[in-house]
């Protein structure tokens, strides 16, 4: 039996570019649903991500998959996989 370890699919996540001014870099801000603990309501919760887009294809608003990757930068952890919607013009 080969002696590979099992390698974990990678995290995923959909989000929205908020910002696309960097070079082969976007910011994408990732919305999620959570309970409050103390007010018991559904929230939502955002984070931002910084990924890398290697063609520059992503423009504000678009709406984006990206997965985890080894770090490529001080804040880059994460990498464009596909444009799900392209912003309205």
């Known amino acids: 039996m080969p002696d590979k370890a099992k390698s974990h699919p990678r995290q995923r996540r959909v989000g929205q ?32 991500f910084y990924a890398h887009d290697e063609l520059n294809q992503c ?3 678009d709406w984006v998959r990206i997965e985890a990757t080894r770090p490529l930068s001080k804040l880059k952890r994460w990498r464009l996989v596909e444009v799900l919607e392209k912003a309205r013009a």
């Open 17 to 48: 570019v908020v910002s696309a001014r960097m070079d082969k870099t976007i910011v994408v801000k990732v919305t999620r649903r959570v309970l409050d603990p103390f007010y018991k309501r559904v929230v939502q919760a955002r984070k931002k």
């Open 59 to 61: 423009h504000e608003g």
